[in-house]
């Protein structure tokens, strides 16, 4: 019996030797009393081992005695503590709060000098980038987080106007192009102009041209596009339009019935029914479809009164687009006698407008129709039909000189120089400037009455002397000496569209700016 007791203690020591944890995992308390009887040795040696192995009752103890002799956080750390969280915090919020307030602001030079060749670097494509840039304004918009103009600059007066009997804030505007479907105005007219026109809008929707369409010349800073009046229709405009201004009638405390709509529409809010901005207003620009027969004038004509009935009632300007090159046989329709039907049509609809006010019309009008008998014919057209103004000009057909002289475009812009499109850039506006005082000394002239207009059908018979003609400048302005050459050849408004892609959001406070130091210098 004692040898089979020593075998087994021999046994258990080595088993201690090679797994130790497994040894301290027992308990051999419960064996001694068996192994007292027949092997004091080696109860002796498994005592010897497990002595110190610590039972459940002793780790309890020892965790007490840990717990009790370890040093307590004493108040001034646990402050320290807090206070150091506060400041993280405090930082955090502040860091926020300033990027926010520089980021929003058009004059934090970001939005020149990093987002637009971020832009034009991730979207070589530049409709993509076009795509992008109004769908990120128009959720920026949505959060409140949109660039816009700080501190109010206009509030000096140095800039005021007046356009149709209302003053404007200034005499910056934005063509046509940028918000096409009428997607962010709002969001436009925060950035600082006093005039932003969406559209073109066609009575159907219409795709368009085929892609690739726009192509960039970044060394010019200009661009060639065939869009085609690419359009959603005129009935997708109208309701995108009469919802903004449902949301305006109820965020003012007009309610969200019909009749909220219709008083904003009549003034009761004290605003512009169109920009619904003090100080701005909001041109909508009209134009027919592909399809549309070209030498189908009744077909024609209908085109542009279908768009008038449908966004009338929520613009200040309707814009009558006759003159887009990439829309065949459109510029066919400024002879004098098609444009004169034509802006008729659109002058008797927009008085038939359902609110107190009606909307002002005007022509927009190429570039390139600039001989003396196609001026002539055009603004013989606008006395006739009784139209408010002309916006001179248009993109072109023409490919100017690259500048400076002598330089040579790299192969991808002299790709781009030969693709069909009408051009847009600052190479147009030294073009555009004598355009404007031709169209300014005619239109002064007034209406040329002639021996047989007494024989004309009544739609086309000579207006009674109005107002004087408003004229907006489109055509390569990208600063405020431009637009200050531009207003003092006769425009009333001088407008942006190629400038405002390359200069990025903050183009119009910039411009502003340099028109205010050179009116303050005269």
Sequence with gaps: MVSNFSTIAWR????ARVLPAFRCSQRPSALLPKWTECCPSAVRYVSDNTASTPTTETVKETAQDTAKEAPRETPKRAGRRSSRKALYGTS???TLLVGYIYGTDTRASIHRYAIVPLIRAVYPDAEEAHHVGVDNLKMLYRFGLHPRERGNPDGDGVLATEVFGYPLSNPIGISAGLDKHADIPDALLDIGPAIV????????PQEGNPKPRVFRLPSQHAMINRYGLNSKGADHMAAVLKQRVQDFAYAAGFGMHDQSEQRVL???????????VPGKLLAVQVAKNKATPDADLDAIKRDYVYCVDRVARYADILVVNVSSPNTPGLRDLQASAPLTAILSAVVGAAQDVQRKTKPYVMVKVSPDEDSDEQISGICDAVWKSGVDGVIVGNTTNRRPDPRPAGFVLPATEQQALSETGGYSGPQLFDRSVPLIARYRALLD???????SDAD?????????????????ASGGITTGQQARAALDAGASVAMMYTGVVYGGIGTVTRVKQELREELQKK
Excluded: M, N, W
Aim: glycine share 12%; charged share 20%; net charge positive.
């Design 12 to 15: 258990a020591s080595a088993r």
């Design 445 to 451: 002239q007034g209406p040329a009455a002639k021996p």
């Design 197 to 204: 026109e969406v559209g073109g809008t066609t009575p159907l």
């Design 266 to 276: 009549d003034g009761e809010a004290g605003v512009p029914p169109g920009s619904l």
């Design 456 to 472: 004309r059908p009544s739609e086309t018979a000579p207006a009674a002397p109005a107002s004087r003609k408003v004229i907006f």
């Design 92 to 94: 955090l919020a502040l």
